[in-house]
């Protein structure tokens, strides 16, 4: 299967500070997808991006597909932002979709 | 309009006893996946269905796990013989299904699993 790695696996930011959370697949992915689960374990859907560069708010995401990387920009950070960051793909064989193992953010007062 | 909803929240059940878990996707998505969160991890691909196709097992643990989906929409994960190590959250997810395949995901809000 396809690898995913999420760098860095834990985050202290204090709030108002920016941060970039990189995701890196081991193969061509597609369907790439960015959620944050809220401290209730709810994975929120930040961003659909399988290629480019989008952005809403505060947030957003770039993907280089021909380089297999993702990144989550989040700007002027703030405390409800704190939580796990995931980012996801399908191959382009079979229909598993690939999880990293998160990006644990905290964002203090 | 309605996300995908899952029941129960919660389930506390004796090691040995079979559990059904149970999903409502969103309506109009063709595609359904079942993930697996143990504490503290990232999620597990269990099962994937697709319109009437056959479903893709190919990530559940044992054949103690098994899945339906009735009528194209509602899905049921059964485990039997329930185990320890089956404690998890388990995760529904739904989408719409293109040309190109699955579309963006949305998920529940999961049933979280105690074997005791």
């Known amino acids: 299967g396809i690898q995913v790695e999420q760098s860095p696996p834990d985050l202290i930011l204090q709030e108002g500070a920016n941060s970039t959370l990189r995701c890196n697949f081991s193969d061509s992915v597609n369907n790439l997808q960015w959620f944050h689960q809220n401290p209730w374990g709810q994975l929120i859907n930040l961003f659909y991006i399988p290629s480019g560069t989008k952005q809403n708010g505060r947030l957003s995401a770039t993907t280089v597909a021909t380089e297999r990387y993702s990144l989550l920009y989040i700007s002027s950070s703030q405390t409800t932002d704190s939580g796990v960051y995931f980012c996801?793909?399908?191959?382009?064989?079979?229909?598993?979709?690939?999880f990293g193992t998160g990006t644990s953010l905290t964002v203090i007062p | 309009g309605a996300g995908v909803s899952q029941s129960p929240s919660n389930k506390v059940t004796e090691k040995g006893k079979d559990v059904e878990l149970r999903c409502d996707p969103i309506s109009g998505h063709t595609a359904l996946y079942w993930y697996r969160q143990s504490l503290g991890q990232g999620l597990e691909f269990l099962i994937y269905?697709?319109?009437?196709?056959?479903?893709?097992k190919s990530g559940l643990p044992s054949d103690r796990f098994s899945a339906e989906r009735t009528g194209g929409s509602v899905s049921t994960l059964t485990i039997q013989r329930t185990q320890q190590e089956d404690s998890a959250v388990y995760l529904c997810a739904s989408s719409l299904f293109t040309a190109g395949g699955p579309y963006e995901q949305y998920f529940g809000p999961g049933t979280r699993l105690t074997v005791t």
């Open positions: 269905f697709q319109g009437n196709s056959a479903p893709d």
């Open positions: 996801a793909g399908g191959g382009n064989t079979g229909n598993q979709f690939y």
